[in-house]
């Protein structure tokens, strides 16, 4: 009777670690390729939903689609606040927060694709990706005068950060009229 007894224990503990073992096996399972750029089909096509405030993410590395239309509203959130509060020195605390959430955002933007609107004039893959490049590279020089904020705000610069902010708008405005961006 006991030898029955260990013996259908051991098989039910068998039973049960075949049938766990593909879960744990799932679980470790990568996530799924992310969409890389030139994948997107017009403004929503980046085979991810649209968030907003870089709300999606990334998951082991950070490897998801990151919607360009919800970083750059965070952008804009941030820069609408930071000029608001910028001149008061109690504030200081808060516009460092608006600025990294802008850092943060510019980030989230720098690793979405450019969306196939925007490239859709491009006469061939050279001109395209030439777009790709342009894009990143004013997001960069955007990345730069973020830093430059954040330094003046440490050191209470305040004429400096507002002349910063300055910088960054007419960056964004350049940038915005050469892509053809209806904002
Ligand atoms: C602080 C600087 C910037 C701010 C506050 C900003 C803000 C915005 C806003 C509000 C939109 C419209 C989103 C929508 O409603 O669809 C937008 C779109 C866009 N921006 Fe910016 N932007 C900035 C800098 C830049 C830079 C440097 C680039 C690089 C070239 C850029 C490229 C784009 C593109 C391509 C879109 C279209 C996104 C889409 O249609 O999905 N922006 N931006």
Redesign the pocket.
Known sequence: MKTFRTTALIGLSLALSAAIAPIAIAQDAPPAAPAGPGSGSG??G?GAP?GEGGEQRGGRGGAQAV???GS??G??R??KALKGAVGDASKKNDCLKMVSE?QRN?AA?KT?A??A??LKNAADAAAKAKIED??????R??MRL?LDLEDAIVAGKTDEATALIAK??A??D???K??G???
């Not at 342009?134 to 997001?139: D, G, I, Q, V």
């Open positions: 403004k929503g980046q649209r919607s360009l239309e750059m509203k952008m804009n941030a820069l802008m510019c933007s979405a450019v969306p609107e925007y342009e894009f990143r590279s004013e997001l020089t955007n973020l960054v708008e960056l964004r350049h940038a915005h050469e892509m961006v209806k904002d």
